[in-house]
């Protein structure tokens, strides 16, 4: 018996209000929440088996405060009163991309099936997919109560989630993800009620904000096989810290679509700043790299570093092509197959809108807050995108390359090829 028959997913539509909520409860539960429970405590197997960092019995806890990292649950953090540094409660708060997406991804398959029965009312399609959200919320809740962690090597005596936020956060995540994937079911009856134009500005939006996270990705790949240095500086630091250096790979990894976000906005012009103590350490623009001032002499010397500054090479304007690509890309996505050219361009202009909102979700999403670590920092480090700043570029970006996608003539095979699944 697999999941989706538990879940009821092949049983017939349900349609009353009492059998919609024990549905998104049940698929909420089965087809979401267990999946990233499960992959959460593998995350925390695997850093346990490379770090040995906490006893074998606190991986299951481990595994639950990563499953909550999946829709970025804060965490408050309780310094050991004995160790050097501030006594002050601080805050952990990271969102693991690779489970968010996850939860996004599933929520929205979820609310998919959870609406078969509405394909004609985008309104009650949207509610019923939302109605997931709620089976994720509930089981978070329950998990975060055992949940309270201490970390002695690092200074950090209590780590607790917070618990309204247990429930809020996933909430939210995965009912915004049930009630897209409800409207997708209706999106012809979504179509005739507001439009074509806003169905297009939302797929071309999101064809957008996809291309432009696995652009960024991409183009870290390819700047780690041209220039070996900050490869070769990375591989040092994790065999020179031995299980520590591993565990970070592991988490790095879980962390990729969040450093996919924040390159996607640098790439766009912005700058990404590791501030310590509320005080900036480290900004890291298109032109290079800033750690001269408070604390970032000490993480520059820390990493090994040369000198307080780098500028990179010319040839990273090249990151330049991540966001015209993925806007480009969004633009034709949004113009489908329509014929007037004017109504192509207006389509791909207005998934430049839709860009820009998801940008700015994507950059507030990949920000990092970790409490102040030991004797290391004298108070806790940020790392992120101004999302203000963010927001409008992402405007100007994805409405100006959103456009010009739109009316760019395209061979025909690759017309046929990129129409976006229904």
């Known amino acids: 018996m697999t999941a989706a028959d538990v879940a009821g997913t092949d049983a017939r539509p349900v349609t009353a209000p009492g059998d919609v909520l024990l549905s998104g409860l049940r698929r909420g539960a089965l087809l979401v929440f267990l999946p990233v429970f499960v992959a959460g405590q593998a995350l925390a197997w695997l850093t346990y088996a490379a770090s040995r960092w906490y006893h074998p019995y606190s991986w299951f806890k481990i595994g639950l405060a990563e499953t909550l990292s999946s829709v970025r649950v804060p965490f408050t953090v309780s310094r050991d009163a004995g160790s050097p540094g501030p006594g002050a409660p601080g805050r952990l708060v990271v969102a693991t991309g690779a489970l968010t997406i996850l939860v996004l991804v599933l929520a929205y398959r979820a609310g998919r099936e959870q609406a078969r029965a509405f394909e004609r009312r985008p309104g009650a399609a949207a509610i019923a997919g939302s109605a997931i959200g709620l089976g994720v919320a509930v089981p978070m809740f329950v998990i975060a109560f055992p949940v309270t962690l201490g970390f002695p090597q ?230 992120g995108v101004p999302l203000a700043t963010t927001g409008v570029l992402a405007l100007a970006w994805g409405v100006v390359g959103g456009a010009l996608g739109a009316v760019l003539p395209w061979p025909e095979r690759l017309s046929a090829g990129s129409a976006t699944p229904r």
């Open 154 to 383: 690092f200074g950090i005596e209590r780590l607790e989630p917070g618990l309204w936020q247990a429930f809020v956060m996933p909430l939210v995540v995965s009912g915004v993800a049930g009630a897209a994937g409800g409207a997708a079911v209706a999106r012809d009856a979504v179509q005739e009620r507001v439009g074509s134009r806003v169905v297009a500005a939302v797929v071309g939006g999101a064809t957008a904000m996809w291309w432009g996270i696995v652009g960024a990705f991409l183009a870290i790949l390819l700047v780690g096989a041209i220039s070996p240095g900050p490869t070769g500086a990375y591989a040092r630091f994790v065999s020179r810290t031995g299980g520590s250096g591993a565990a970070t790979v592991i988490e790095h990894a879980s962390l990729l679509p969040n450093q996919s976000a924040l390159v996607l906005s640098v790439a766009m012009g912005t700058h990404a700043t590791l501030s310590v103590g509320g005080e900036p350490a480290v900004v890291v623009s298109r032109e290079g790299i800033d750690a001269s001032h408070g604390a970032g002499v000490l993480l520059a010397a820390y990493a090994g570093a040369q000198s307080n500054t780098a500028s990179f090479p010319a040839w990273f304007w090249a990151f330049l092509l991540v966001p015209l690509a993925a806007t480009v890309l969004g633009g034709r996505a949004a113009a489908g197959d329509e014929r007037r050219r004017g109504e192509r361009a207006l389509r791909g202009a207005a998934g430049g809108v839709v860009f820009a909102i998801l940008c700015v979700g994507a950059a507030w999403a990949a920000g990092i807050e970790v409490p102040a670590w030991a004797d290391v920092t004298n108070g806790g480090a940020t790392l």
